[in-house]
């Protein structure tokens, strides 16, 4: 067909569009939800994945840690040696740290008391736990080695006792008699809620500072960090079969990373898209409904019109093509307009907040090819109808 034949027909559509706009905006206000509306949900869903990961990442995505469970013949904790063990003969491990908790009588002034826990840890454990200092300084190699008694302590255990962090840093607290200079404050990157050894009430002191609490201390957990997180599994499971190796076969050892929840929080976003994604796609076709009923009105209307073209000549299929034009323009200024106010939203809040919204380029092309694919679908009917109205019975028509 020649080129101009279709510049007529998008002329013809235009005008046509014109001529009746509130009918035609009504029906394209139902595309441009639908495009709207599929832009939006892929916008949330992936606002909602990237923070979830986030979250996973402030805890940290190489951590791996190992926990004693029990076992049926005594107890069978881990040990430093387990860990040393572990960092000779898994490659890929960065750093190490054990976890030594205690429970312990803070004096708080006016003969009152508050619980406190106590964790005995290496200076690594706040890279492999990837917290945040808030105050002063986390102790070091040179404090461990030296027995220094320093410690911790959390951010709202700092607030409520001195009420800062900053008035914090250099206070010096009883532990069964022992007094420890409180050297810094921190907290975790990630609210875990109380769901890990961290709790409200810790302060956490140098390893070999355990001994002045006790003979022997039990090693509850321990901590690693390997170089990339590619291989965390791979190093959970060496880590696994080096732990059982040194212990009894009976004894139960529970080791763990974060890559079965990044991939629950995938599956999670995955079938919320997929759910989302239904609904937006139920409104489109609400508004491809709309597009074909108000199509058919118009052939109606119009079929005398259609009876006069084709006496001069207008062949089937330039009739049907006219009205597959008027539906493609209704649905793509629909699809326009449903692009517009779906890439409103989240850059608005780009610009006018702090919050980075993730924007998918792929969201806003499949949008709009829906949208005319919608038109295209939902025109067919009225258009192959119009094309097969016959010129005489047409023209008779009133």
Avoid: C
């Amino acid at each position: 067909m020649p080129t101009i034949v279709f510049g007529e027909m998008a002329r013809f559509a235009y005008n046509t569009f014109r001529a009746d706009k509130v009918r035609f905006s009504l029906t394209a206000l139902g595309v441009a939800i639908g495009t709207a509306s599929l832009i939006l949900v892929v916008t949330i869903v992936m606002t909602g994945k990237q923070y979830v990961l986030d979250q996973i990442q402030g805890i940290g995505v190489n951590m791996i840690v190992i926990e004693y469970q029990g076992g049926d013949r005594g107890s069978d904790f881990l040990t430093i040696g387990d860990m040393h063990a572990v960092i000779q003969q898994v490659p890929g491990i960065m750093a190490a740290s054990p976890v030594v908790p205690l429970r312990e009588r803070l004096p708080i002034g006016l003969g009152q008391e508050r619980d406190l826990q106590v964790l005995g840890v290496f200076p690594e454990y706040i890279a492999v736990r990837n917290l945040v200092a808030l105050s002063g300084r986390f102790f070091d190699a040179q404090d461990e080695q030296a027995r220094n008694k320093v410690g911790v302590i959390t951010q709202l255990l700092a607030e409520q006792l001195y009420g800062s962090v900053d008035d914090a840093v250099g206070k010096v607290v009883k532990l069964s008699g022992l007094p420890v200079t409180i050297i810094g404050t921190f907290r975790e990157r990630v609210n875990t809620f109380g769901r890990s050894e961290v709790t409200n009430s810790t302060m956490v002191i140098p390893y070999t500072v355990i001994g002045y609490f006790t003979d022997s201390p039990v090693v509850r957990q321990i901590y690693f960090s390997t170089a990339e997180p590619s291989i965390v599994v791979p190093v959970t499971e060496h880590i696994e079969r080096v732990i059982r190796s040194r212990h009894r076969p009976e004894s139960s050892y529970f080791v763990q990373n974060l890559t079965h929840v990044i991939a629950m929080a995938e599956r999670i976003a995955n079938t919320l898209t997929w759910v989302l994604l239904m609904v937006a796609a139920m409104t489109l076709l609400v508004g491809g409904v709309g597009i074909m009923n108000i199509m058919l009105a118009t052939v109606s209307s119009r079929i005398t019109e259609i009876g006069i073209r084709k006496a001069i000549g207008a062949t089937n299929r330039e009739i049907r093509f006219q009205f597959l034009a008027e539906a493609v323009l209704i649905s793509l200024i629909g699809g326009s307009a449903g692009e517009i106010f779906g890439l409103s939203l989240p850059l608005s809040l780009r610009f006018f907040t702090e919050y980075r919204i993730p924007i998918s380029a792929l969201s806003v092309i499949v949008a709009i090819a829906v949208s005319s694919l919608v038109g295209i679908l939902f025109g067919t009917v009225p258009a192959t109808s119009a094309a097969r109205l016959d010129p005489v019975e047409s023209m008779r028509h009133e």
